[in-house]
């Protein structure tokens, strides 16, 4: 098993521009996170879902959207890149949204937007 | 709002050594969970320990155990024969319907 892998693993975009970041997990899991990770300030939710077919905000969610058309896959989208969001971003997956369940990552991203 | 704060940014441990990372959290839920995870360079996140509000024993996996005060609402964690592989940032976290990350602690380990 791959656990969770992430697609790519770093990127440099030009401010305006757009692009889409893959996520994918063959374990399974109902549920699927994207963190945002800058210095400092640990990992922070932007989206998630929890399941096929449904997504919802997480703590900053401004300037991305998702999609999670397929169970294994959750997209995250920048329609219109900004220098803020220059950070390393996470994939997770669980196989809920219970309290006990360890949420794993992937390798993560690392974004510059210049 | 639920938070996690983690005081020091950065901790020094010589090898062979024990080291206690502190987190302190704020909530008013009575049901959750904290987590250790550990980043090391290769940026991926893993699982140290966890440990649930409604056990009073503390967890421990292996040379990893934790010191659980929920009414002061601490969660420290102490690695015991720290290794050079020990280093890494330490990112303590809180769970109830979504995961809650400090800030980090970055751990260094001297042979």
């Known amino acids: 098993n791959a656990g969770v892998t992430q697609t790519p693993k770093f990127r440099v975009l030009k401010t305006g521009q757009s692009m889409t970041l893959l996520c994918a997990q063959d374990?399974?899991?109902?549920?699927m996170y994207w963190y945002r990770q800058d210095p400092g300030m640990g990992l922070r939710l932007i989206h998630y879902?929890?399941?096929?077919?449904?997504?919802a905000k997480g703590e900053v969610p401004d300037g991305y959207n998702v999609s999670r058309l397929k169970k294994q896959n959750f997209l995250l989208g920048l329609e219109s890149a900004a220098p803020s969001q220059t950070s390393v971003y996470f994939c997770?997956?669980?196989?809920?949204?219970?309290?006990?369940?360890?949420?794993?990552f992937g390798p993560g991203t690392r974004l510059t937007v210049l | 709002a639920q938070t996690v704060t983690q005081s020091q940014p950065e901790m020094s441990v010589q090898e062979a050594e024990t080291v206690t990372l502190s987190c302190t959290y704020d909530?008013?839920?009575?049901?959750?969970?904290l987590f250790w995870y550990k980043q090391p360079p290769s940026r991926q996140m893993i699982l140290v320990i966890r440990?649930?509000?409604?056990?009073?024993q503390n967890a421990t996996e292996n040379r990893f155990s934790v010191n659980f005060q929920k009414a002061a609402k601490s969660f420290s964690l102490k690695i015991s024969d720290s290794q050079l592989g020990d280093a890494a940032m330490y990112f303590c976290?809180?769970?109830?319907?979504?995961?809650?990350f400090g800030t980090g602690t970055r751990l260094q380990v001297f042979p």
């Open positions: 997770a997956s669980s196989p809920a949204s219970g309290r006990y369940n360890e949420q794993f």
């Open positions: 374990m399974n899991h109902e549920y």
């Open positions: 879902s929890v399941g096929e077919g449904t997504t």
């Open positions: 909530t008013s839920e009575s049901d959750y969970y």
């Open positions: 440990q649930e509000a409604y056990k009073q």
């Open positions: 976290a809180y769970h109830t319907d979504k995961l809650i």
